[in-house]
């Protein structure tokens, strides 16, 4: 059973570092804004696989949800940059919350 | 279903819903592309169908353009095998015109049957045409995602006639 789930983990990854590489390529000849959002999808595809390989976190449940509406929804460079943004602000704080959780349980176990 | 409803209702769909499309569904599909013209009736057009949910995961790596997962893959080839000179009949507008005309049956007879498709053109051409086996002078053009939508987008703005359609002559409002 585990060495099935770790075959299965393991296609899903050939598949998204075929994917990152295809679209690395193929970027040359696409539109310069594809770019960001090829880096979008990636991030869509990696919570994917991470979604398979047991539960997200709350707060990846909740940026996989935004970023496969984002991935669905029309192209609009607008909203995609605004969401992007806030993206990062989020990450950046969930960032400095599981250092500081981190540390702090570090420094109580010394 | 009325054409010109189905003209002004399809839209392109690109979330589906797990459910496989039927080979009815698929060979009424296939058989509005066949119907499409083609330039002198050529009709240089291959349709490779893939439905294999693993076979479909390792053609959406090689083909960034696909963003969710659909039911089934139609890939549009041009079949060059019996062109003289291959190259250059790729570059023949006629050629392209008529893998055009069978994408756009094909999305009509799609959402005819119920289904949502919606074409794709980012995607590794010579990578694609070898996961696919193809030989040597059938190449793939597009691929169509297609499945049952999850949701039914809104319609996306489209210019106004005012903009576009013109009588007799190219004239503009200022009187250019």
Redesign the interface.
């Given at each position: 059973m585990e060495s099935k789930h770790i075959k299965n983990q393991e296609e899903d990854l050939f598949n998204l570092i075929t994917y990152m590489i295809t679209s690395a390529r193929g970027l040359y000849d696409e539109p310069p804004d594809y770019g960001s959002f090829r880096l979008l999808d990636a991030t869509g595809r990696l919570l994917e696989i991470m979604s398979h390989s047991g539960e997200l976190s709350p707060f990846l449940a909740r940026l996989k949800q935004e970023i496969d509406a984002e991935r669905e929804g029309s192209m609009d460079e607008a909203r995609q940059r605004q969401n992007l943004e806030r993206w990062v602000i989020e990450l950046a704080q969930e960032l400095r919350r599981r250092v500081e959780t981190e540390q702090a349980t570090g420094d109580r176990n010394r | 279903m009325d054409t010109l409803e189905a003209i002004f209702a399809r839209r392109?769909i690109?979330?589906f819903t797990p459910e496989p499309v039927t080979s009815e569904a698929l060979q009424t599909i296939i058989q509005a592309a066949i119907a499409a013209p083609s330039g002198s009736n050529a009709q240089k057009r291959i349709f490779i169908v893939v439905q294999n949910t693993?076979r479909i995961?390792?053609l959406?790596?090689?083909?960034?353009g696909m963003?969710?997962l659909p039911a089934a893959v139609i890939v549009i080839c041009l079949d060059l095998r019996t062109s003289p000179e291959e190259a250059q009949a790729a570059s023949d507008p006629t050629l392209q015109i008529s893998i055009g005309a069978a994408l756009q049956n094909l999305l009509l007879a799609a959402h005819a049957t119920g289904l949502g498709a919606c074409p794709v053109a980012?995607?590794?051409t010579q990578?694609l045409a070898i996961f696919l086996g193809l030989p040597e002078g059938i190449i793939p053009c597009l691929l169509v995602v297609l499945g049952k939508p999850r949701f039914i987008?809104t319609a996306?703005a489209k210019k106004p006639l005012t903009e576009v359609f013109f009588q007799e002559r190219y004239e503009v409002s200022d009187g250019k």
């Open positions: - | 392109s690109r979330d693993r995961a390792a959406r790596s090689l083909a960034p963003i969710g980012s995607f590794h990578g987008p996306p």
